[in-house]
């Protein structure tokens, strides 16, 4: 009674398609673990370029904690730039002043969107409704000297002058450079800008960008086929800065980052290795670790 009673116990052998569907189902459901995660709470991040250096060097590996500032579901189809509808949690708090933040890159100064589909990091300068200004290289905000990050750096030594236009910057025909620039006023939701025929271009962009379209005709400028004088402001918007201030494209020339295309904020920096080395080439690659840099903390 004992032996055969045991024997029935004994679980039955799955077949191979039971098998199948039993590792699809554990699979799927790590995989949708794994979305929820990457999307809503902490996620990823590479840094492709020298724009925060000292502070982060290209090839660093960061965790992003994308709660804090509202997760949303995958913007791009995964392993394309293919985009797709997406929708943001709310997030816990706003952006502050001196935040290290990752966002959604909103294109060139001339472009409505950006092509391709990319994530950037930069440090927030200033927040909607301050005012910003830079003169030679020192950093104002709302009048007051704006603290430096502590691994600010300058390539050179030499500071372009008040006087020199770069045609690079933003807005589109400001007389402005990256070592002298503004003032100029951060958008606030509510902010009422003032159309004319002289600040048109200085303003097109931005407006198709908050999902509009503008035209200049004949003098006169129509939003939406309407005629307008005036324009009201729908989104809090920040100013994005490099920490490697000569080395770093930015809100200097292309412009104003929506608050709501913030992802998150990097907390830890978990790997480091020089990626100018291919990967095939192993022996290097791993010789390339920067040990002193993993578990660092980014501020």
């Known amino acids: 009674m004992t032996k055969q009673k045991s024997e029935k116990e004994r679980p039955e052998k799955l077949s191979f398609k039971e098998k199948t569907i039993h590792f699809l189902k554990e699979t799927g459901t790590i995989l949708l673990i ?10 990823s991040f590479e840094v492709p370029t020298g724009s925060m250096e000292k502070e982060i060097l290209p090839g ?15 913007r791009t189809i995964p392993f394309t730039d293919v985009k797709i509808p997406y929708f943001k949690l ?40 301050d005012t910003l200004q830079i003169i030679n290289r020192i950093v ?3 009048g007051k000297v704006s603290e430096p990050p502590r691994n600010i750096n300058f390539n050179s030594g030499l500071i372009k002058p008040p006087n020199y236009a770069d045609p690079r910057i933003f807005p589109k025909g400001a007389p402005y450079n990256e070592d002298n620039y503004g003032p100029i006023r951060i958008p606030k939701k509510g902010d009422v800008i003032k159309l004319n025929p002289d600040n048109f271009e200085q303003w097109e962009i931005f407006i198709k960008r908050e999902g509009h379209d503008i035209i200049l005709k004949d003098g006169k400028i129509f939003v939406d086929g309407v005629e ?24 200097r020339f292309w412009g104003f980052i929506p608050e709501k ?3 998150g904020t990097p907390l830890i920096l978990y790997w480091s290795w020089n990626p100018d080395i291919p990967l095939w080439d192993i022996g290097n690659k791993l010789a390339s670790i920067r040990f002193n840099r993993i578990g660092k903390i980014v501020k």
């Open 90 to 129: 709310p997030a816990l708090w706003k952006v502050e002043r001196g935040d290290v933040i990752v966002f959604a890159f909103p294109g060139m100064r001339d472009e409505v969107e950006a092509e391709p589909f990319a994530y950037y990091l930069k440090r927030a300068i200033a927040i909607a409704g």
């Open 34 to 43: 794994f979305l929820v995660l990457n999307s809503f709470v902490i996620a």
């Open 261 to 263: 295309d913030v992802v």
């Open 140 to 142: 104002y905000v709302n």
């Open 228 to 251: 307008r004088n005036e324009y009201t402001v729908e989104r809090d918007y920040v100013f994005g800065m490099g920490d490697n201030r000569d080395n770093s494209l930015d809100s």
């Open 60 to 74: 660093d590996f960061l965790l992003v904690n994308k709660f804090v500032f509202g997760g949303t579901t995958p």
